[in-house]
């Protein structure tokens, strides 16, 4: 019976993970309270499989995967039950209701709602949970083109964003360019 | 877009990638510096306990080769 016996490292491999599971879950559903149920889901879900994680391959990976698709199959069905109102849960990206973030940070997480949700969770992979674009790739489930091409358009997307809001800080011009291409009226 | 107005816009793009990829980290960093919930040390010290780990439920056990 030795080998069904967890392996006493599995646990503190798992601890050593939280914040970087906790930060997942949020690239993936944007709230708070939300992604610790998530990452409790996804625990509970590796411990059970533990037996199926190759030794020496990216722990990190490997929960993610588990991560992303707990969230995939059961939350997303969930959030299609009782959807909110347009883009509410995406203004809540990030933003913890008990502690205040970094306000400089807030124009990045602004743009970050604006993005698809299958780029915003790429960008996030590789961009700030640092895995390498191949584990992005096996995380999500996709060819590793289509990674880097989502990475890259919401690389872009971002830069834009932000490029815009520098600009705000030095000036109105710019912004009075950029309400000129909406259509007339369409402003409410 | 001219070759001129692109090379004009380059050093700009690499500087603004440059501060979209350090911004990206501290965004890690700030979910990162926060305190761990102690339901997850405490919920690793059950499954510990629980050793083997505990039965799949009964839709994965059925379904043993779909991951998950």
Not at chain 2, 27 to 44: G, H, K, S, V
Not at chain 2, 52 to 61: G, N, R, T, V
Request: with cysteine; aromatic share 8%.
């Amino acid at each position: 019976m030795s080998e069904t016996q967890p392996d006493p490292g599995f646990k503190s491999a798992l601890l050593a993970e939280i914040s970087q599971l906790r930060f997942f879950a949020l690239s993936l559903s944007g709230q708070h309270d939300r992604a610790d149920d998530l990452v409790q889901e996804t625990l509970i879900k590796a411990w059970a499989a533990q037996h199926r994680f190759t030794p020496g391959s990216s722990l990190r990976a490997w929960l993610f995967t588990i991560m992303r698709n707990t969230f995939y199959s059961d939350y997303r069905k969930s959030r299609r039950e009782a959807p909110d109102r347009d883009g509410e849960s995406a203004a809540r990206l990030f933003v913890n209701p008990e502690q205040n973030g970094h306000l400089d940070l807030d124009d990045l997480k602004a743009a970050l709602a604006k993005l698809p949700e299958d780029q915003r969770v790429a960008v996030l992979l590789v961009g700030a949970s640092g895995v390498s674009y191949e584990e992005a790739a096996q995380i999500c489930g996709c060819a590793l083109g289509t990674i880097k091409s989502r990475v890259n358009r919401a690389r872009q997307k971002l830069m834009q964003h932000l490029a815009i809001e520098s600009v705000a800080e030095f000036g109105g011009e710019f912004l009075a360019i950029g309400a000129s291409d909406s259509a007339p009226g369409e402003a409410a | 877009m001219t070759e001129d107005e692109r090379n004009a816009k380059a050093p700009f793009d690499r500087e603004l990638q440059a501060h979209l990829g350090q911004q990206l980290r501290r965004l890690f960093n700030e979910t990162a510096a926060q305190p761990i919930p102690d339901r997850f040390a405490a919920l690793l010290e059950r499954l510990d306990r629980a050793a083997p780990a505990p039965p799949l439920p009964a839709e994965s056990l059925t379904r043993p080769q779909e991951a998950f």
